[in-house]
């Protein structure tokens, strides 16, 4: 299934964390964080400004994103779990 997100927003797949044990301590699933890092899947055409004309978003499709803990609306499509966020919940882009 494709879906197009409408406007600003994002669909974003998380990215996980490599797993680091420090001192043997296994922290099971339930009580890991999720993480606030993700890579944009699918981009919105953008916002609409005062004048009614289009503004593009910065973020495109394959950028590896920060965002905040609680951002986004999780939505799961063919067994994958995805966020719908708008732009603005993005803190900033990865940049190798």
């Known amino acids: 299934m494709t ?3 409408l406007g600003d ?9 490599e797993e680091v ?7 099971p699933d339930t009580a890991k964080e999720k993480p606030q ?7 919105g055409t953008g ?3 005062e004048k009614g004309e289009r503004v593009p978003l910065e973020v495109k499709k394959g950028d590896k994103i920060l965002f905040g803990k609680y951002s986004g609306t ?3 499509l063919d067994d ?7 732009e603005d ?5 990865l940049v190798a």
């Open 37 to 43: 890092q993700g890579e944009v899947m699918a981009v």
């Open 3 to 5: 879906v197009r997100p």
């Open 89 to 93: 919940d993005v803190l900033g882009i």
């Open 9 to 17: 927003r994002l669909m974003v797949r998380r990215i996980e964390e």
């Open 21 to 27: 044990q420090r001192g043997g301590i296994i922290i």
């Open 47 to 49: 916002r609409l400004n």
């Open 74 to 76: 999780e939505v799961k």
């Open 80 to 86: 994958t779990e995805y966020l719908m966020m708008r």
